[in-house]
C-alpha cells in the first residue's frame, strides 16, 4: 500500500496549488488531507468516500479548498484557491479501507508522506 503525495510548493498569498495523492496497493473507503504546521499538531483539512458522495472541510477552508478524485488512475487531489499564509504547512494524505464519516487522525490506517506548501504574504 503506497499513498504519494506531491504538489507542494511557494505560493504568494492568494494563489493557488493543487495536491496530488496517488494511491496504489487496495482500494479504500475514504481519503482525506491532513497538514501540520511547526509546534501544532496534525489537523484535518478534507476528507472525501472513495465514491465522492460524501465530502466533508475545516471550517477554515469551506468555499477554498476542494478535494476530488480521478477514477482513472486513483488518485486525489487538493485544489487549493485563495490561499493565505495561515495555510502554511506540510500537508498528509490519509486513506482508510473502512471509513465512514471520522476526520480524526486515528480513522486513517494509511498515510503518505508530506508535501510542504509555503504561502508568503
Known amino acids: 500500500v503506497q499513498l504519494q503525495a506531491s504538489g507542494g510548493g511557494f505560493v504568494q498569498a492568494g494563489g493557488s496549488l493543487r495536491l496530488s495523492c496517488a494511491a496504489s496497493?487496495?482500494?479504500?473507503?475514504?481519503v482525506g488531507w491532513f497538514r501540520r504546521t511547526p509546534g501544532k499538531e496534525r489537523e484535518f483539512v478534507a476528507v472525501m468516500n472513495w465514491r465522492g458522495a460524501m465530502k466533508r472541510y475545516t471550517d477554515s477552508v469551506k468555499g477554498r479548498f476542494t478535494i476530488s478524485r480521478d477514477n482513472r488512475n486513483n488518485t486525489v487531489y487538493l485544489q487549493m484557491h485563495r490561499l493565505k499564509p495561515e495555510d502554511t504547512a506540510v500537508y498528509y494524505c490519509?486513506?482508510?479501507?473502512?471509513?465512514?464519516?471520522?476526520?480524526?487522525?486515528?480513522?486513517?490506517?494509511?498515510w503518505g508522506q508530506g508535501t510542504l506548501v509555503t504561502v508568503s504574504s
Open positions: 496497493g487496495r482500494t479504500f473507503s475514504g
Open positions: 490519509a486513506a482508510s479501507a473502512t471509513w465512514y464519516s471520522g476526520i480524526k487522525e486515528p480513522d486513517f490506517g494509511f
